[in-house]
């Protein structure tokens, strides 16, 4: 169970990111155009929080594995 859990960690790391990788480019690209890119660095700021959720239950997992 604890592994399962440990790769489920994983695999929400590599999607976030993939996700932060596309928001990045999508915020560079709204800046070339001019566009306003406040609200699409919010997202990212929320983006960064999850990811680091993420990575902070992934350390826990890890921690329970030791044990």
Excluded: N, P
């Excluded at 604890?2 to 996700?19: D, K, N, S, W, Y």
């Amino acid at each position: 169970m604890v592994l399962r859990h440990l790769a489920e960690a994983e695999r929400h790391i590599v999607q976030g990111e993939t996700h932060l990788a596309r928001q990045f480019a999508l915020i560079a690209e709204l800046e070339r155009r001019g566009h306003d890119t406040r609200c699409a660095q919010a997202v990212l700021t929320t983006m960064r929080k999850a990811q680091a959720l993420y990575q902070q239950d992934r350390e826990r997992i890890l921690r329970e594995l030791q044990e």
